[in-house]
């Protein structure tokens, strides 16, 4: 009991948790990989995975510490984010109530997760009744929007993301509704960072794919350091989400990490962390919790 779990899910983009899964690896008790027992995406496509990423799991798990949960994560009357949230609750109950549950995507690379676990154990009160007290955190993306030959594009300002929770009851993807607690953790978001045929595969297959917009894809494809300037409103779904673009010359994840580190541009200034949580804690203050579960089963 009160474990750091990271759950991560097992799919066709398999090849991205060789750069996320190590960046959490030491600070982690345990690591589920959730994997559909057919080998199928939220969408019911088929998809394989190579035998060397097995071997490669083998190989970087010297403290025994990752395991694969196999089940059946496709329901074919579900749509594809009914079925995201689904896999998420299944995971989190097989991850453990009373341990803090992580789920960090396949494309998410956590900067400093020792110092996300610091920041975590400050709530360890919250593991004790979690189903009386459910709670979430939430951290930060950079998110890299395209990798170019000499650097890449990446969307100027930090966007919340969801990262943790004492109570899986998941309700739209990794949102439970409960109370959120934003802390200043910093991941780079590799989620558009693909070649183009990887992206379009993800459109296809993601769970946000009946929301996409119209624009985004010829965006992305024109996209390059001489011309991001020019390109506005770039977000997949709302484009005026994310409105501009700004560039790094560098693809090294070492230099990415110390540049993110240190550009104040990127980072969540202390006052407004204090308001969003004493926000989040305002709100959740009188309001009831429904604490039964409603998963898509």
């Known amino acids: 009991m009160k474990k750091i779990h990271v759950g991560f899910l097992l799919s066709y983009d398999y090849e991205l948790l060789k750069k996320s899964i190590p960046p959490v690896y030491k600070a982690a008790d345990a690591i589920f990989l959730a994997l559909d027992e057919q080998q199928r995406t939220w969408k019911g496509n088929k998809f394989e995975i190579n035998d060397s990423f097995f071997e490669w799991l083998k190989s970087i798990d010297v403290d025994n510490k990752i395991q694969i949960y196999r089940d059946n ?50 709530f360890d009160s919250y593991l004790t009744n979690p189903k009386s007290h459910p709670i979430q955190f939430a951290g930060f993306h950079i998110n890299v929007y395209k990798y170019l030959e000499e650097g890449l594009l990446y969307v100027n300002q930090p966007s919340k993301f969801l990262l943790a929770t004492n109570y899986p009851n998941f309700k739209y993807a990794k949102n439970t509704k409960s109370r959120i607690v934003y802390l200043p953790t910093y991941v780079l978001h590799e989620g558009l960072a693909r070649t183009e045929e990887e992206l379009k595969m993800k459109l296809v297959n993601w769970g946000h794919s009946h929301e996409i917009n119209t624009t985004f894809l010829e965006k992305w494809q024109k ?31 070492e230099e990415l990490k110390r540049i993110v580190s240190n550009d104040a541009n990127l980072k969540i200034p202390a006052h407004k962390l204090f308001f969003r949580n004493f926000g989040q804690w305002f709100k959740h203050l009188f309001k009831k919790t429904k604490n039964h579960f409603e998963p898509y089963f």
């Open 73 to 122: 994560f496709y329901v074919p009357e579900l749509n594809a984010i009914q079925n995201d949230t689904r896999e998420r609750h299944m995971l989190g109950m097989k991850m453990g109530l009373g341990n803090w549950i992580v789920q960090v995507d396949s494309d998410e690379i956590i900067i400093d997760f020792e110092g996300f676990v610091q920041k975590l154990r400050k």
């Open 223 to 253: 996209a390059n350091k001489d011309n991001y300037k020019e390109i506005r409103d770039v977000f997949y779904l709302d484009p005026e989400t994310w409105p501009e673009l700004g560039y790094f010359p560098t693809t090294n994840l």
